[in-house]
């Protein structure tokens, strides 16, 4: 038998409980042994839970108590959950985390302590949900250079988007619509703004290439700008919006890092995952593309992986498993200004077309109404910018500037 | 230092000898010691081979080897590469293949035999080529009840349906260009008539439900009765047509398994799969349905699962890793006579529509010269069988049936 603690009974730690409880005879027989869950950390009170009886208010109760094995962090948010899960590690359990926002912060720390202590950091439900990628992304690493990995990321910003393109409705209304339906939070921030995304493209490109990457050195942009013209626009050129984490390597062996919207050509996998789902693109030398596809959040699809985990680690007691990256200074990443990509502009102004063609040279362009909207060829984001500038010397107004994806 | 051997130097096997020597250093910060390959076994002489020194044609030069722990099997077919593999595992040596047909008809023994001798016998090249599904599927399954498993399993044949539905390219032309391309082989019977993609169903079955699924057991249909009229009917009713593997867990706990060509809606993800790629959707009850995407086949995709595999044994050498299920006889398995699905059907005669209305009771209909296309509601395979005798009293000839798919 192998104790383990809870901390959390929120969505998903209550989904940990339930699949640890349903799935009992499943799990014992993959393992070998019992999973008991010995304590639930939770601040309030849940009387009618079948383990109610195991419930604490107490965190010490928890790191002092040596049969606990393994401890599941799914409180979400950094504090206390950092402090929890560095103490947890220090006392020689082994943590398994839903936690994007922690593990984007604190990874490299804490996976460090985890391999001095020999015992095992593991969060397979902190990207994609009940998504395997950590592991199999893992295992596509071993023999092949990652070239690229590119994910729909966030359920929440594709879901409003894929209202947008589909149904034609406004920004602002598929929002609600959202949060009514429970995908999107009271305070909706964090996914429309990309943090979201970017916390998870920075744990898949911390896996990916060993080193640590920041969020404060993603550079990061949300979805409040589209509009239903930019996703009409998009359509007419064969493209959808998505919401996009993207991580290069580039020949001299830095990388290209951003979150943001970008115009994917219909013919690529990821143009076709469409409302609360996530699709992760893995580009290795070898294997060529590999997506992976599936809900990215909900309270089973991130439980069964957070349960995925706590199997893991429960297998490998006394052995820590293969996942590791150093810490990172942000010296292997290029800045945002120096990624080359092709963009899409939405114009208005007298003789745009033309205007747009003598700026950027090579360009593909539509009109509707009076705006028009303009492919370029591939730059450099400061050279974008720049030939920006000169388009508004020659009174166009830039409505939208969005960058088209190549995957 | 790890020393390994590869039994073939065909496609697959040299590219297991490029990707070992070319991603050395990479290999080495995974597995933290070199592996080294100390024999290739290949009738054929290869005097340019950078490793030209170390190839032998005498199987014994290997089994004697006590420095080699781990054996690549690449060499395709039953004979003789199943009493290899097996005196392999007897002589302690852990094996990784890629070979499906070995996989399919002794999976259970040699699983049983690596068990008994505590060494390890991997496959993850053997479905799927370069996409992982056997390490994803088996740590999807600990905290599931997989439903379900559907999937595009044959490049081949999916390259075929690609060219017959995008291009309105006749199924024998579509052959011959997937033969001139390289993705058909010149007696393409085994891609055609479903075998390797009943070979790959069994071993996601047995994996997913834990006992042996022999491919004899397995009702098979190829594609090669699919016409261009089925392509274009299926299409006006919001289907593609794809050759699928697919197993189903039933309520009374029996699986319900066949290879067959099925109408896949548009909306599914597996609809979206295209010309030489393969994807697989594992239904679980907690993950929902998760998809895996990528290239089923070809030198570098396949010989980069080979590899992985080699790295985790040469990371267990002295523990045995969780992949196992047991012999199966069958009897978890009911007839393809009482699989139950709703069918499409292009029939020929008067008043066709009407009779099969009066037949099949509730259908949609659509008719297209002189031909019509129904689509029925669900109903067991030997239901159907009898409908369609008492169609043809009416003197209704039934020109095709295929089954629909409800992935």
Redesign the interface.
């Known amino acids: 038998m192998v104790s383990v603690a809870i901390m959390g009974h929120g969505v998903v730690g209550s989904g940990v409980a339930e699949?640890l409880l349903t799935?009992k005879q499943?799990?014992f027989s993959?393992l070998g042994e019992e999973i008991y869950i010995k304590k639930v950390l939770d601040l309030r009170e849940f009387p009618d839970s079948p383990i109610a009886d195991r419930f604490t208010k107490d965190f010490e109760e928890i790191i002092n108590d040596l049969e606990i094995r393994v401890v599941v962090e799914v409180m979400g948010g950094l504090n206390p959950a950092y402090d929890f899960v560095k103490r947890c590690l220090k006392a020689g359990k082994s943590v398994v985390t839903s936690n994007k926002e922690l593990v984007a912060a604190h990874g490299a720390e804490l996976l460090a302590i985890a391999k001095e202590e020999n015992v095992n950091f593991m969060f397979?439900a902190s990207v994609g949900g009940?998504?395997?990628i950590i592991?199999?992304m893992n295992?596509?690493?071993?023999?092949?250079?990652v070239r690229e990995v590119a994910g729909i990321l966030n359920g929440t910003t594709n879901f409003i988007l894929t209202k947008m393109i589909e149904d034609g409705m406004p920004f602002d209304d598929a929002l609600k619509l959202a949060q009514d339906l429970g995908f999107a939070e009271r305070n909706p921030a964090a996914d429309i703004e990309g943090h979201d995304a970017c916390r998870k493209i920075c744990i898949l490109a911390s896996l990916a290439y060993g080193k640590h990457v920041y969020p404060d050195s993603v550079h990061t942009e949300g979805i409040t700008h589209i509009t239903l013209n930019d996703v009409k626009f998009a359509k007419e050129f064969g493209y959808v919006i998505k919401l996009i984490g993207r991580v290069k390597k580039l020949e001299d062996g830095k990388i290209d890092i951003l979150t943001a919207p970008m115009l994917v050509p219909f013919k690529s996998?990821l143009s076709?995952i469409d409302y609360e789902f996530n699709g992760i693109m893995v580009r290795?030398?070898?294997?060529?593309?590999?997506?992976?596809?599936?809900?990215g959040a909900?309270k089973?699809?991130t439980?069964?992986?957070v349960?995925?985990d706590v199997?893991?680690c429960c297998?490998h007691l006394k052995?820590r498993r293969?996942l590791f990256w150093a810490d990172g200074d942000g010296s292997n990443i290029i800045s945002y200004k120096d990624s080359v990509s092709a963009m899409y502009l939405r114009l208005s102004g007298t003789d745009a077309e033309a205007k747009a063609a003598k700026v950027f040279g090579d360009t593909v362009a539509v009109r509707s109404n009076n705006e028009v909207a303009v492919l370029t060829t591939e730059m450099t984001y400061s050279a974008f910018e720049e030939k920006c500038g000169a388009l508004k010397e020659c009174g166009i107004e830039v409505l939208s500037a969005i960058r088209i994806g190549d995957m």
Chains 1, 2 share one sequence.
């Open positions: 699949i799935h499943k799990l993959s397979e009940g998504i395997p592991r199999p295992q596509c690493l071993v023999a092949n250079n996998q076709n290795g030398d070898c294997t060529g593309d590999v997506v992976f596809y599936g809900k909900g089973l699809p439980a069964s992986a349960v995925a199997v893991d297998k052995a293969f």
